[in-house]
């Protein structure tokens, strides 16, 4: 892979949100689970240990000054009654957020039934909709699985040159992934939080389009459909958002991968309902230490 040397992009900016709109605050999360389905996948540690259940508890505190009456999630749509009939065990007690719980797992790879309940959904959305007091969580999500099938087998199977032509700088997921690790094993949720949400870090993903746009062969199109389904997830996620609010009353704080913020900021900005709104505001300088038991 070749090694970046510098990276010149456009710096996208948070539009300014009119009266009329709905705020969604778009705020970029790591899987806490480790589902192991990411492009780059950090390498979490158990947030079940007390001290990231107070750092977590801390976070949740300033991200509940939002105030958003929707806390929506990265969960399949179509399971919302099981994601809140297992919200509500958390709500009454009958869970605790430290505790190693066997749930129903969303992902068909995963093995461990005891790794869902470390998922950020649980840790940071569950417990800030609990302390809302929001009867209900929305997930949003329509998952799809991107770089498989006949069509990318039948590159393969042909042997289909899918090299870079141009060399240009580019992003390096080892790179990436290290950086993360480190990253977070220094830093306190918060402190991370405040990392993956600035600027610099949200274009970690942006890797997807050098790696499928290169993808194809005559009438066959693998990587830019990978991509077009990449862009179907997201838009499937923006508009399940605008089912589930009302009016311009409604203010929503929307928990997801990181990876899915600078193209999610861009959906929402052109759907005139909507405006992203960056959590940075809600999410303090933090000095960064170690979290150990």
Same mark, same amino acid.
């Given at each position: 892979m070749?090694r970046?040397k510098a ?5 996208p900016?948070w ?6 709109q709905?705020e ?18 950090? +390498?979490?540690?158990? !947030? ?6 107070? &750092?977590?508890?801390?976070? =949740?505190?300033h *991200?509940? %000054? +939002?105030d958003?009456? !929707?806390?929506a999630v990265?969960r399949p749509? &179509?399971?919302?009654?099981? =994601?809140?009939a *297992?919200? %509500?065990?958390?709500?009454?007690g009958?869970?605790a ?5 066997e749930l129903?797992?969303?992902h068909?790879e995963r %093995?461990d039934p005891t ?17 809302l ?5 929305l997930?949003?999500d329509?998952p799809?699985?991107l770089g ?12 289909v040159d899918?090299s870079?032509?141009?060399d240009v700088?580019?992003?390096d997921?080892?790179t990436?992934?290290?950086k ?5 094993a220094t830093s306190?949720?918060t402190?991370?939080?405040r990392y993956l949400?600035?600027?610099a870090a949200l ?5 997807m ?6 993808h194809?062969?005559g ?5 830019p459909d990978?991509l077009?389904t ?7 996620m ?5 089912r589930?609010v009302?009016d311009?009353?409604d ?5 997801v ?8 900021r861009?959906?929402?900005t ?24």
């Amino acid at each position: 892979m070749l090694r970046p040397k510098a990276t010149a992009r456009k710096t996208p900016t948070w539009p300014t949100p009119t009266p009329e709109q709905v705020e969604v605050i778009v705020l970029g999360t790591y899987h806490m689970d480790e589902p192991g389905l990411d492009k780059v996948n950090v +390498a979490a540690d158990d !947030v079940l240990v007390s001290t990231r259940q107070r &750092e977590l508890s801390s976070f =949740v505190s300033h *991200l509940a %000054e +939002a105030d958003p009456n !929707v806390v929506a999630v990265e969960r399949p749509a &179509e399971q919302a009654e099981t =994601v809140n009939a *297992l919200y %509500e065990r958390y709500r009454d007690g009958t869970y605790a957020y430290d505790g190693e719980h066997e749930l129903e797992p969303p992902h068909p790879e995963r %093995e461990d039934p005891t790794m869902e309940c470390r998922s950020e959904v649980v840790q940071v959305g569950f417990r800030l909709a609990e302390r809302l007091g929001h009867d209900r969580i929305l997930p949003v999500d329509v998952p799809e699985m991107l770089g498989e099938g006949p069509d990318f087998d039948e590159l393969d199977e042909r042997g289909v040159d899918t090299s870079p032509k141009v060399d240009v700088p580019r992003l390096d997921e080892e790179t990436l992934k290290t950086k993360a690790d480190e990253r977070l094993a220094t830093s306190t949720v918060t402190a991370y939080h405040r990392y993956l949400n600035e600027e610099a870090a949200l274009h970690a993903n942006d890797g997807m389009f050098d790696e499928f746009l290169r993808h194809g062969d005559g009438d066959n199109y693998a990587g830019p459909d990978a991509l077009a389904t990449w862009y179907r997830r997201n838009l499937r996620m923006v508009h399940n958002i605008w089912r589930a609010v009302d009016d311009s009353g409604d203010r929503v704080l929307f928990l997801v991968g990181s990876g899915h913020v600078h193209v999610l900021r861009h959906l929402l900005t052109e759907f005139p309902q909507f405006c992203p709104v960056s959590p940075l505001r809600y999410i303090p300088h933090e000095e960064e230490t170690p979290s150990t038991e």
